[in-house]
């Protein structure tokens, strides 16, 4: 399977303490599969900017666009909350997704063995959940001018959402592909009863849709869909939606089956390069503590082998060990029902290699 | 307490079974608080758009805009879902809140007595809830510039979200004096690391918190408040919100509960009028079928005694009414447990008004 340069940015809180785990099941990997990875560390988000001044040093950046694929901790904290909006930590964060194009965020959401009683959904409404959100990550409102005018009534702020055709056209023929591989089901977010943006999305979605004859396509509001995921989230398969709908209705859709600290990301772009990171923040208030659960950080390293490196069997071999570890009744103590004995992180790192 | 007019817009699918439920209360509180109410019916949305060609006729507007306040059921349907934008049912809502001045929009949820088996989440959760979303209602993406290009490389289409500091101003100010009212607790959310509209929005709550110091103010981020309202619902008091992100988190959280068919709301402006409305739509795959649940109408009616005519012993008489006869085990079909008979649309107004 050959040489592969992993650019790996640790970031701030738990970041560089879940990223240990992941590097080390992903040496698990390099051993079994015949690899030879390179990872080469940088900085980006608080730390960068407590060292060097800016969120996304240069040498990050060039870091990351030279090497096979990005894996990401987490940045951000309290510290530097109160930066002015080109010195936050999550700058770094939309400078990688901008500078590497990476338009196609991608959050799977599925309910692990074992724990069904962790959410605060019932246990029937959730079972059998498995649903990917699909959201457009270099567009929209994010990336809009914004302006601040100041008036003699006072002052004026404003976004812009915008979106080409071809943006949406990309990102919705990814989803198209998505749900050509799992079960045929489509669900478009707009809100094209307000939204010109959306009113244009949902043309494309219509046009795109009749390549794609076997799969069902619906379209669903946005307020709605925020009901649908609580009401009935296993019905959904591949849902796609635009950038500030898909922040929105990840971070709900990944709330549902009570497993946050288990939630991978994948951010793609035109080639096969990619950033991959968990769903959950930094959790500076736990961070040090050796209690942080790796197992977002080390699946999205399975994602990593999966979309990068073309790499199911690898893939899938890292999320069976971690499954298979969770089944045994190991976990970190965010997931511990009471009574049970918790692992640390470095621990529950540890069992995962050694499933692999 | 004298002559009151109430111009009430029946709308589509359901809305005029469930209003003849919320009409026939308000005579039974006529009598009861010696009232004198002078029902002014008029048409919007799909209905009009039939009859007279447009959603919101003038002779509609100029009524509400004489009237003490204005009653609504629910507009739109399959029918119109084709239509131009400005052809669409939804423009009546859209038009009455911003020729009216309806800028805050009121939703209250709370866990109805007997229904805690009727939510998706565990009864634990939900113990407690009692929460209000307060949306902006006339500003933001919904009413900002939009625009749509043809250009070689395929279509641009935009939506201005943009934010007058009055307009958060004034909503700001009514949420925090909605929390004194209640729990002092105020959520406003925003989405700060991102968007100038948001950073203005969050200094704006910052300068008007200084004259509530009695309030606990907290400032949440749209993605991360998605996650805890299925989290930890019962831990909110009053969120504030700016108006699509209010229309996704009100949808949310009136979900949370099981009993959407249960949530009135109320839309204000400066003056002592307003806007009643259910949360939910207009059903119109249940229309004409007598098996509606009328309470979110009633309950909006409850909303107008409050807000418009200021009177808190009235809609306290009709949501004990509403409330009493839940707890005696009526309802309609869509909250009758299995094996519980079911009572009419009629029959329940019936039962809503003898409680009085
Ligand atoms: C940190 C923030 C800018 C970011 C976003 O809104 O995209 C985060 O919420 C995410 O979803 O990755
Ligand atoms: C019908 C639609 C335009 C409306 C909105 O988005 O405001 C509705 O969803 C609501 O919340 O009242």
Redesign the interface.
Known sequence: RGVKKIAVIPGDGIGPEIMNEAVKVLRQVEQKFGYSFEFQFAMAGGGAIDQVGVPLPEETLSLCKSADAVLLGAVGGPKWDHNP?EL?P?KAL?GLRKELGLYANLRPVTLFDGMEDRS???PE?IAGVDLIVVRELTGG??F?E???TKTE??????????????EI?RIVRLSFEMAMKRKKKLTSVD?A?????S???RSVVERVAEEYPEVTVSHML???C??Q????PADFDVIVTEN??G??????A???TGS?GMLPSASLGQGNSGLYEPIHGSAPDIAGQKIANPSAMILSAAMLLRYSFDDEEAAQAVEKAVKAVIKAGHCTPDLAASGQKAVSTEEFGDLVAEQI
Not at 153 to 166: K, Q, V
Not at 229 to 232: D, G, K, L, Q, S
Not at 247 to 252: A, F, G, P, T
């Open positions: 909006p936050r999550e939309l605060t959904l019932r409404v409102i994010y809009g914004k302006k601040r009534e006072g002052e004026i702020a404003s976004d812009l959402l915008i979106y080409h055709e071809y056209e809100k009863n307000v939204l010109e943006s009113r244009l999305w946005v307020d709605n925020a009901m995921i609580v009401r009935r500030m709908f922040d929105i209705l990840s971070d709900e990944a709330v549902i946050i």
